[in-house]
């Protein structure tokens, strides 16, 4: 064989699913070149390939398969503990590019990566970095987040104390009694953010970058809250939770539209100031408090705030929410006149068959193309339009492992827009 097809033909074999096994094992070796690092990395591979793949002596064959998205993460586990950082780095940080929805590692690999005390024989990475890397992957779920503050590494405990505002009152104060004096520390750190006194004296070392996202989020005191609204740096306070009522009136009657929108979302705003905002010269500050009174949380008030202003071509990351609406809310959006409550619903995994279907024959058409994006049950014809009309949707209505799809230029667009449309 020539050597001009030596290696398309390898890469052949490597990616052929009637391989057997033994023939996979056989193209991790060197001679075969970079076929068997692809093969490791981008295909669903038979338990005795995988078996070879963790027990390989050579660190790239390993880290390549620390990157594969096709394989169960539960066989990945070993890797976690693997003699080279640069293998539980990649495992940290999970398949590149990185999927916009990103499969979460299993716990007990979680837990293995951040409690780990070096970085690996080779010495090219510190544990540190490794877990940085992991904390940035999105590979955590929530799930593990809520379960942090007690469990029963102390190291672990020390990272809840990081997310001091997602924790419930106990846990905050279990942490700040915990038996491990490592552990009372970080918390002790960690709880200024709720300290109004505390957040004003350490405002002023923080770099502007990050200024915004602690006004947003912290606890303010009188003084710091007037200096904003001094200095024209509202805009965060329309999304902190934690600021009284009169300065969510001042927010809501701002000369500056935007910041009358933010505030006409706020779950906590008076009766009053809605019906005073839905006679708003501004379409969009109406807009917002016409929705009222679904955002009746914070949960609500976030679900809604990030679908307003993300298009239907918009393809930034899939994540988990912090706090999810309850499942009642859900449906009343999915049902509601607006369609910005309708294309909520349709971001959500979670919601029933029943209005699935009557989604799926929703006027307006982003709402069909979020159902198909995000929601499991979305019905065939619905993914098979999204796929072939916005290119953008490709990589979530179709799996990974599936053919890719035809290109646009080989769909004809009437045909396109017809599939597209509500059936």
């Not at 981008?42 to 995988?50: Q, T, V």
């Not at 009657?253 to 933010?262: C, F, L, S, T």
């Not at 799996?399 to 646009?408: K, L, N, R, V, W």
Request: charged share 25%; net charge negative.
């Amino acid at each position: 064989m020539s050597d001009l097809l030596r290696e398309p033909w390898l890469r052949g074999i490597a990616f052929n699913p009637a391989a057997p096994s033994d023939v996979l094992i056989r193209l991790m070796g060197e001679v075969a070149g970079e076929a068997g690092l692809l093969m490791c990395e981008g295909r669903d591979l038979p338990d005795a390939a995988i078996d070879a793949a963790l027990r390989h002596p050579g660190r790239k064959i390993r880290g390549a398969l620390a990157l594969n998205r096709h394989v169960d993460p539960a066989r990945l586990a070993p890797l976690a503990t693997d003699q080279s950082g640069i293998v539980r780095y990649r495992l940290a940080a999970g398949p590149r590019p990185r999927p916009r929805r990103v499969r979460p590692l299993p716990d007990d690999i979680l837990v293995t990566l951040l409690t780990a005390q070096d970085g690996g024989e080779d010495g090219m990475l510190t544990e540190h970095e490794i877990v940085q890397e992991l904390s940035s992957s999105r590979q955590i779920p929530l799930s593990f987040h809520r379960s942090m503050a007690g469990h029963e590494h102390p190291e672990i405990r020390e990272r809840a104390a990081w997310e001091w505002q997602s924790l419930t009152p106990g846990q905050r104060e279990a942490l700040l009694d915990d038996a491990v004096p490592a552990v009372r520390e970080a918390a002790q750190e960690h709880s200024w953010e709720l300290d109004p006194e505390r957040v004003e004296a350490t405002l002023p070392s923080i770099g502007s970058h990050s200024r915004s996202f602690f006004l947003g989020r912290c606890a303010l005191s009188p003084a710091l809250i007037e200096q904003c609204f001094a200095d024209d740096e509202v805009h965060p306070l329309t999304w902190n939770r934690h600021i009284p009522a009169d300065a969510v009136a001042r927010l809501a009657r701002h000369p500056e539209a935007k910041i009358r929108e933010m505030a006409a979302a706020r779950p906590d705003l008076a009766p009053d100031l809605v019906a005073e905002l839905r006679e708003d010269p501004d379409q969009d500050v109406r807009m917002r408090a016409r929705l009222h009174p679904f955002p009746r949380t914070w949960a609500e008030y976030w679900a809604i705030y990030g679908v307003i202003g993300h298009g239907p071509d918009w393809t930034g990351p899939i994540t988990e929410s912090a706090t999810e609406p309850s499942p009642e809310w859900l449906a009343a959006c999915a049902t509601s006149e607006e369609p910005v409550l309708r294309r909520v619903a349709a971001s959500r995994p979670g919601l029933p068959a029943e209005l699935v279907a009557t989604l799926a024959r929703d006027e307006d058409e982003e709402v069909r193309i979020r159902l198909a994006c995000h929601h499991p049950l979305a019905p065939p014809h619905l993914l098979l339009a999204v796929t072939v009309t916005p290119p953008a949707h490709r990589p979530l209505t179709i799996p990974p492992e599936a053919d890719p799809a035809p290109s646009p230029a080989s769909c004809p667009s009437p045909n396109s827009a017809a599939l597209l449309a509500p059936h």
